[in-house]
C-alpha cells in the first residue's frame, strides 16, 4: 500500500511510494543544487497529487467515442478546487497540482514569524470569491510545529470555508500532533513522518529551509 496511517494521528497519512521515497532521499541530500531541489520538489508533489485527489467526487457524462455513445466517469464539483501555498515555499507545489488540474484556482497566504512571541503573523491573503463550497488543498513543504497550518487554516474556516486537505513534503510528529489537535476534520498527507524537531525548530533529519533552497537565498 503506497499509503501509511497512524494509529496516533487519525487525520494523518504518509504517502511511501518506493519512487516517492526515492526522490525523497535525493532532495534531503545537501549536495543537492537549486534546479534540481526544485525540479524534485515538484516530482514529489506530482506524485502525491494522484493520492491525495483520490476521494474527489465522480458524476457521469454522455460521450461519443470512435464507436459508440457511451457514459463515462466526469468530475463531480460544480466549483473548481483551489490550490493554496503558503509563502514563499509552498509555491515550489504549485505546478505540480495544477498540471493534474489545470482548472484548479490558486489563492496565496503569506505568513511571517514574529520574533518576540514566535506566533505567526498574516501579510497577505488572497482567494477566489465564494469559496465556500471549494476544496482547497494546503500546500507547504514542511509541517515543522504547525503554527503556520494552523492559522491558515484557522483563516479559511472563519470565511466560512470548510473542505481543506493539508499536503506537505515532510512533516515532525510535533507539528502533525499540534495540527491534529487544532483541526481534527482536516487531512494530512506527507511523504515522510521525520523523527523530531531540532531546539531551533528545524525538521529532523529534514531538508533543511524548503523556501533558501527552492529559491537560493541562502
Do not use: W
Amino acid at each position: 500500500m503506497a499509503i501509511v496511517k497512524h494509529e496516533k494521528y487519525k487525520t494523518f497519512a504518509e504517502i511511501r511510494h518506493p519512487l516517492i521515497q526515492h526522490k525523497l532521499t535525493l532532495l534531503r541530500e545537501k549536495s543537492t543544487d537549486k534546479k534540481r531541489f526544485n525540479e524534485l520538489v515538484t516530482e514529489i508533489t506530482l506524485l502525491m497529487v494522484y493520492e491525495v485527489t483520490q476521494f474527489l467526487p465522480l458524476t457521469t457524462c454522455e460521450i461519443e467515442t470512435p464507436l459508440e455513445q457511451y457514459t463515462a466517469p466526469t468530475l463531480a464539483a460544480k466549483k473548481k478546487p483551489v490550490i493554496l501555498p503558503i509563502l514563499r515555499a509552498g509555491l515550489g507545489m504549485v505546478d505540480a497540482f495544477l498540471s493534474m488540474m489545470p482548472n484548479a484556482r490558486v489563492g496565496h497566504i503569506g505568513l511571517f514569524r514574529d520574533e518576540d512571541t514566535m506566533q505567526p503573523q498574516l501579510y497577505y491573503f488572497k482567494v477566489p470569491q465564494n469559496s465556500e463550497s471549494r476544496h482547497f488543498y494546503i500546500c507547504d513543504p514542511m509541517l515543522a510545529t504547525g503554527g503556520s497550518a494552523i492559522y491558515t487554516i484557522s483563516a479559511l474556516k472563519e470565511r466560512g470555508i470548510k473542505n481543506l486537505t493539508y499536503v506537505c513534503l515532510v512533516a515532525a510528529p510535533e507539528g502533525v500532533a499540534a495540527l491534529s489537535d487544532a483541526h481534527p476534520d482536516v487531512t494530512m498527507y506527507a511523504a515522510s513522518l521525520d523523527r523530531q524537531l531540532s531546539e531551533d525548530g528545524y525538521i529532523l533529519p529534514g531538508l533543511g529551509d524548503a523556501g533558501d533552497r527552492l529559491f537560493g537565498t541562502k
